[in-house]
């Protein structure tokens, strides 16, 4: 589970640090850096997980603008296999080449090093913390991404593992293909491949089965999905039981509304995530839903999360959904003014301020 | 059969709603179709909340129940007064807010357990309890769930001599939901 987060110099976030549980809820203005956590997350986990080459990921516009230092830094902590991991990235910018390259990459298990990139070579130690080989490196790769597993880096690869499971998701309906010509392991940030990506979970039978039971619950109708193949390609439809026959009618997963392409996402992310024990970081879940389907949902994440079989990170405006989770302090509160740098605290909401937190938030009470 | 809430569950804190939701689930009520209103985590009392809503709960309660069969569940401790006492703090807020006594066809259930839930939650996971006691809050609160489930299953065989009073109280005010 992803325990701390420490960013530098990276857009508003500078010496900035957030501690997490297993669900937290992301509250703020526009523009106080709640998606900029997101970002760093999505970027870690995609120079980690080997996606592309530094200055792909990680761009110079990303540099805090009132800051003239060059180095973003940037540390996960990641609780698991009864330790704790620290993974520090420093990242070393040359302006007017347009260039970055790593400075620092080193990740330790129980403060004892896995890992150490530095000038360009790479330092490794085995799981017993002897010291291993010493070779040359790319600058501009991860060295952790280039790791393959073998019976004495066992620690190292785990963590490798883990920072993949972290997904970030803004789930847009409107842009999801109801085709898909291949799999994909991973959604994409919109959900865009969710069919893809749907085909590849559905493999586990165990996974469709349940999501089919629960979908029959809030989705009034449905009956289960399935997939018609047309040459290479496999459209993806969602059957509906007739009310009075014993038959089903098959719509296209495109025919289908905003509201209840969403509503089908959100329960699937919610099970992936129990099944693939991810780290979901969810901007804005709540988008399209209709007022009575959010807390039925939340419920069942919540649940999870607090079952320790999932981590949920959300950002959210919505009152349904803030007001149902902060009956536990899960809340982080984002703030910024003007050009000054991200602050966060824990909401704490007052009891006897006679309306609900979220009217507390939009009269801007709050805090005040 | 309406999709949207059947029941209504107004409870002070995560622990209850816990409680009820494992509770409720198990006796056969979907969980998307119950909702849960439940006091902000924060300064205030949860028994406070509790008592300002119950009256608006009550109210939408009655003023939709030609149209949806619907249902109310309260829960709220005792804490360290007797449970009839904080049943009169709701019929007294109730009446404060000009409405009429709950009667015995109105499917609102009132659970009160003394000194609070963890009392029972306790005595389900086959300690031996008493109703003075704080015994404080469980790390996790779904560590009550197969204990409350067990207890579900068999509600409707009578409660052993032992069980806290404000449990068997509550059997009567179970009637009135499932």
């Known amino acids: ?368 | 059969m309406s999709r949207y809430s059947k029941v209504v569950v107004l409870c002070e804190g995560r622990q209850d709603e816990v409680f009820a939701r494992t509770f409720l689930v198990k006796c056969g009520f979907m969980v998307a179709r119950i909702r849960f209103v439940v006091a902000p985590k924060g300064i205030g009392s949860g028994e406070k909340f509790v008592r300002e809503q119950y009256p608006k709960e009550v109210i939408a309660y009655r003023s939709n129940r030609n149209r949806i069969q619907n249902s109310l569940v309260v829960m709220t401790d005792a804490d360290v007064i007797p449970v009839s006492g904080r049943m009169k703090y709701l019929e007294d807020k109730l009446q404060d807010e000009r409405q009429n006594p709950r009667r015995p066809d109105e499917a609102i259930g009132i659970f009160i357990p003394k000194r609070n839930i963890e009392t029972w939650i306790l005595f389900f996971m086959g300690q031996q309890v008493d109703e003075d006691t704080d015994y404080g809050h469980f790390n996790k609160q779904s560590v009550c769930k197969p204990y409350v489930e067990k207890y579900a299953k068999s509600r409707k065989q009578a409660l052993p001599d032992n069980a806290p009073e404000s449990l068997k109280l509550a059997c009567s005010e179970l009637a009135r939901i499932v």
């Open chain 1, 1 to 368: 589970m992803l325990k701390r987060i420490y960013v530098d110099n990276y857009k508003c976030l500078v010496n900035f640090e957030l501690t997490f549980g297993s669900i937290c809820l992301f509250l703020g203005p526009n523009g106080a850096g709640k998606s900029s956590v997101f970002e760093v997350l999505q970027n870690l986990r995609s120079f980690i997980g080997g996606e592309g080459r530094l200055e792909q990921i990680f761009k110079h516009t990303s540099l805090t603008r009132w800051q003239t230092l060059h180095i973003q830094t940037f540390e996960l902590e990641v609780e698991g296999n009864k330790g704790i991991y620290k993974y520090l990235l420093k990242v070393d910018y040359d302006i007017e080449g347009h260039k970055a390259r790593v400075k620092s990459e080193l990740l330790s298990y129980n403060k004892k090093p896995l890992l150490r990139f530095e000038q360009g070579e790479v330092h490794l130690y085995r799981d017993n913390h002897s010291v291993g080989p010493v070779y040359p490196f790319d600058w501009h790769l991860s060295a952790v991404s280039s790791i393959f597993a073998r019976p004495d880096n066992k620690l190292l690869t785990w963590f490798k593992e883990q920072v993949s499971q972290i997904i970030v998701v803004q789930p847009n309906p409107a842009l999801m293909t109801e085709i898909s010509e291949t799999e994909f392991d991973m959604p994409s940030y919109h959900l865009e491949n969710f069919v893809s990506w749907y085909r590849h979970l559905s493999q586990d039978q165990g996974f469709a089965i349940e999501l089919n039971k629960t979908l029959r619950e809030v989705l009034p109708g449905f009956d289960a999905f399935k997939f018609e193949k047309s040459g290479d390609q496999y459209r993806f439809k969602a059957h509906f039981r007739n009310e009075n026959k014993n038959e089903s009618v098959g719509y296209g997963f495109g025919d289908l509304s905003d509201g209840q392409r969403m509503l089908i996402v959100l329960y699937a992310l919610t099970l992936a995530v129990k099944m693939q024990h991810y780290t979901l970081c969810l901007d804005e879940p709540e988008n399209f839903l209709a007022l009575p389907e959010i807390q039925p949902w939340i419920v069942q994440l919540f649940e999870l999360c607090e079952q320790d079989e999932a981590q949920a990170l959300l950002i959210s405006h919505h009152p349904e959904l803030i007001d149902y989770l902060l009956a536990s302090p899960v809340g982080l509160w984002f703030e910024r003014s003007g050009n000054l740098p991200t602050r966060v605290r824990p909401v704490v909401a007052p009891g006897e301020s006679g309306v609900p937190v979220s009217e507390l938030i939009a009269r801007g009470w709050l805090n005040e």
